[in-house]
């Protein structure tokens, strides 16, 4: 107790000297009009769109009713509740087997849950998301780390220690990075193992079922997780994969949670109807990411990201909190409205700005982001 004492008196004497939390004490910005706003996931400008609120609103008005407040565990495929017949016509979609889960978050705890054994051996990209930490950590698993997008690290690491999992994001949620996804089929199946993808961040954005698909890799890889809470604008999450039933059954989250609401699950099939139909949203929303990472390049410290693919993740570094909220409070002030990322969601001594780009960005707004950032950095070039 003595020490926990010790870690909360710390923390803020530190951290958030105004004892408010750190999101007020060391981010929070004036009261400003933001009319660019790029601190969500929100890719293709769907939270308002037309189809998806008249469905709910009809779904709300109509009698009937809320759907199952209990553990989706015992929803039955026979009545073919909304909730199961969007699992089965997703899966259809996709190809795999589909379970809908209460989160992103709790689709990645959940599948490590069913997947992993004590001692499995697990082979996780270092920037893969927190939830699969959570999940892996509950299973005592063999965990080997392995540097971002390097597949010669994780290969001697699976020579070393033998065949298990190997864990990736398609695209990195901090940095806007792209993984080798054809180098982890090469590895999965040269050395026997299983390949997760994490899509939360690219399916519905690089066509409609994301990054995968897109290199025509659905075959090779085993099971696709995503959060619904980006380009579907909604709160869900999904897993794809060869046993659905197996992964729901043996998932804590599952079992222990209520199942989505009625009106969640009426407004993930409107989003997922437009999304089959948002090429022209995806058009724009490349175009503009590309446009705005290179001007920015020019003026700014950019997270570097492979592929030749345009990322919709754009990663102002800064050298350590004080600088990022310093750069968050001056884009603020004008207009912009980023996302700053720090410990626990970087490591401390890689904090980041983080900007993400959606359909409705127009040239004027590239325009301004470009000078707002470059005007910073030419007011801490002047400081030093």
């Known amino acids: 107790m003595e020490n926990l004492t010790g870690r909360v008196d710390t923390y803020f004497r530190t951290r958030t000297r105004g004892q408010k939390g750190i999101i007020r004490d060391l981010i929070m910005t004036e009261d400003a009009h933001h009319d660019i706003t790029l601190c969500d996931n929100d890719y293709l400008n769907l939270v308002h769109h037309p189809h998806i609120l008249a469905a709910q609103i009809e779904d709300l008005k109509s009698s009937a009713g809320r759907g199952a407040v209990y553990s989706p565990l015992f929803l039955s495929r026979e009545t073919m509740n909304p909730h199961t017949q969007l699992e089965d016509d997703l899966g259809a979609w996709y190809g795999k087997d589909c379970y809908l889960a209460q989160s992103g978050y709790a689709a990645n705890v959940g599948l490590m849950h ?52 190997i864990l990736v994001e398609s695209l990195y949620s901090v940095s806007g ?10 590895l999965r199946n040269e050395y026997g193992c299983l390949l997760v993808v994490d899509e939360s961040h690219s ?61 969640d699950i009426v407004r993930i099939r409107a989003a997922w109807e437009v999304i089959c139909d948002a090429d022209d949203r995806r058009a724009r929303l490349l175009d503009v990411s590309r446009r705005l ?48 990322f720090f410990p626990p969601a970087t490591s401390p001594k890689h904090p980041v700005l983080r900007l993400t780009v959606h359909a409705n960005i127009r040239q004027e707004d590239v325009r ?7 005007s910073f950095y030419a007011i801490t070039a002047r400081l030093v």
């Open 114 to 165: 069913a997947l992993c054994l004590p001692g499995t051996n697990v082979y996780a990209d270092m920037f893969v998301h927190m939830s699969f930490y959570d999940g892996l950590a509950a299973r005592k698993v063999r965990l080997h780390r392995c540097q971002l997008n390097d597949a010669a690290d994780m290969e001697d690491k699976i020579r070393q220690h033998g065949p298990g999992l």
């Open 177 to 186: 990075d792209f993984a080798p996804l054809v180098d982890m089929v090469r």
């Open 203 to 263: 399916l519905g954005v690089y066509g409609a079922k994301g990054l995968v698909h897109l290199h025509g890799l659905q075959d090779e890889v085993d099971y696709v997780t995503a959060s619904l809470a980006k380009a579907f604008s909604t709160r869900a999450g999904v897993v794809f994969g060869r046993h659905g039933l197996f992964v729901k059954e043996h998932s804590f989250p599952n079992i222990f949670s209520s199942a989505l609401l009625r009106n």
């Open 293 to 340: 990472r290179s001007e920015l390049g020019e003026v700014s410290r950019l997270a570097s990201v492979s592929g030749t693919l345009p990322s919709p993740i754009v990663s102002l570094c800064a050298d350590d909190e004080e600088q990022m909220a310093r750069l968050h409070r001056h884009l603020s002030k004008k207009g912009i409205l980023g996302a700053p």
């Open 368 to 374: 301004r982001i470009v000078e707002g950032v470059a």
